[in-house]
């Protein structure tokens, strides 16, 4: 019996390692996490919680099975508030100090409010009004 | 547009009868009926966030207080969370969730200003939190980049979205998987007959023995308390013969104290 010689030893461990690699890698491929920490996030009636990161994006966990789904960028810089609305959708609000409303089946925002200069902090929902709060040192109804 | 604050608004809600209230990094909480301003209340330090609660509003503070006031701004009761900075609120009707940058969460009841459970994040900065509609779970966020989920009740660890079922559903799902044994011989239905036992529709507040259409053991006949949660949850704790000893139902018990909650609740839903 032939034993490898070092260069055959050496291609084998690097075959090795990419498996142990590709193995380890996948796990983090099956639940997207956010490139930063989370600022904001809301739970709607469908059981299904939005979450967003500092660094902008939005995702939408389903709570039974943890199916995510990641929305179209919408917002430049962090998002700090998510808040649920009665129809099911959302609203979300952050660094620029607009306002992206969204609907529960579409991944792009299917309305936007501006009108902040400064950064919103938090918003809240009453039936049809939504009031955000912002750094600019006011809020809008 | 509402003006008044002097520095950052941190905090937004709605009064009951839709008037907007601010909380600022100035220390005040404002409130803005028809488009006028009126302090409602001012504070030492600024103020995070801000959210309506059934009796009223709730803020939180950088200095770590919690403020419970009443619509028209009066104190109803000051918390010294002890956490650190607060940063975020939840609310669920009667209990409120404070989340402290440092990772801690209160789970407080509005009614007695009162903490009944403190949970331990782990968060190296914890940002943001919202209790699941049915109250049991609350999901926490923060510098963990995914979201993670608590039991209100105990504090204990849920784990992150999608390794387990949600909580409320698992728990629906062992009452029923436990109930599965009991239906060989038991209907649950108002309209359905009894089989080898006697139908259980309505059967929390029913005398024992008393379905017309069933031949009932005399060991039946002879109890008198009528059925609740506890008598039948103790029927499964120490089994049917020790319970009712001459009972035909056969012997079986049920060890785990949350298997035999998980199989009330599902009795409570399927024979109401």
């Not at chain 2, 956490?83 to 940058?101: E, F, K, Q, T």
């Not at chain 2, 704790?237 to 998980?262: H, N, S, V, Y």
Request: aromatic share 6%; glycine share 10%; net charge negative.
């Amino acid at each position: 019996m032939r034993t490898p010689g070092p260069a055959a030893y050496k291609q084998s461990m690097r075959l090795f390692i990419l498996i142990a690699c590709l193995l380890l890698a996948s796990p983090a491929h099956a639940q997207p996490v956010h490139g930063a920490p989370i600022r904001a996030l809301a739970v709607l009636p469908d059981w299904s919680v939005v979450s967003a990161g500092l660094d902008a994006t939005i995702i939408v966990h389903r709570l039974s099975d943890g199916a995510a789904t990641i929305l179209q960028p919408a917002h430049d810089g962090a998002v700090n508030a998510i808040v649920a609305l009665p129809d099911g959708g959302f609203a979300s609000a952050g660094a620029d100090g607009g306002v992206a409303i969204w609907s529960r089946t579409d991944t792009l925002p299917v309305r936007w409010l501006e009108g902040h200069t400064g950064p919103i902090a938090a918003l809240a929902v009453n039936g049809e009004a939504i009031a955000s709060a912002s750094w600019d040192g006011t809020a809008w109804v | 547009m509402l003006e008044g604050h002097t520095g950052p608004v941190n905090g937004v809600a709605f009064l009951s009868d839709g008037t907007p209230v601010t909380a600022g990094y100035d220390g005040t909480i404002r409130a803005w009926p028809e488009g006028t301003s009126r302090a409602l209340a001012r504070y030492a330090a600024p103020q995070n966030a801000l959210i309506a609660t059934v009796d009223g509003l709730a803020s939180a503070g950088a200095d770590g207080t919690l403020h419970l006031l009443s619509e028209d701004g009066r104190d109803r009761a000051t918390v010294e969370a002890g956490i650190g900075p607060l940063v975020a609120l939840a609310s669920d009707g009667n209990r409120l969730a404070v989340a402290a940058l440092s990772g801690t969460v209160l789970i407080i009841d509005t009614a007695t200003a009162q903490a009944i459970t403190a949970i331990n994040t782990g968060e190296t900065a914890l940002w943001t939190l919202g209790f699941t509609d049915d109250g049991t779970t609350l999901i926490t966020g923060g510098s963990a980049r995914a979201p993670r989920r608590w039991d209100v009740a105990t504090g204990r660890a849920l784990g992150p979205i999608g390794t387990v079922p949600a909580p409320a559903a698992a728990q629906a799902d062992r009452g029923a998987q436990l109930f599965r044994a009991c239906a060989i011989c038991h209907a649950t239905g108002a309209d359905s007959a009894s089989r080898a036992g006697p139908s259980l529709a309505h059967l929390f507040g029913r005398a024992p023995a008393s379905l017309p259409d069933y031949p009932y053991s005399d060991a039946l006949r002879r109890l008198s308390a009528p059925w609740t949660r506890d008598s039948v949850a103790q029927l499964f704790e120490i089994g049917p013969q020790r319970f009712a000893p001459g009972t035909k139902m056969p012997e079986q018990r049920l060890a785990d104290p949350d298997d035999r909650a998980a199989l009330m609740d599902y009795l409570e839903r399927a024979t109401k």
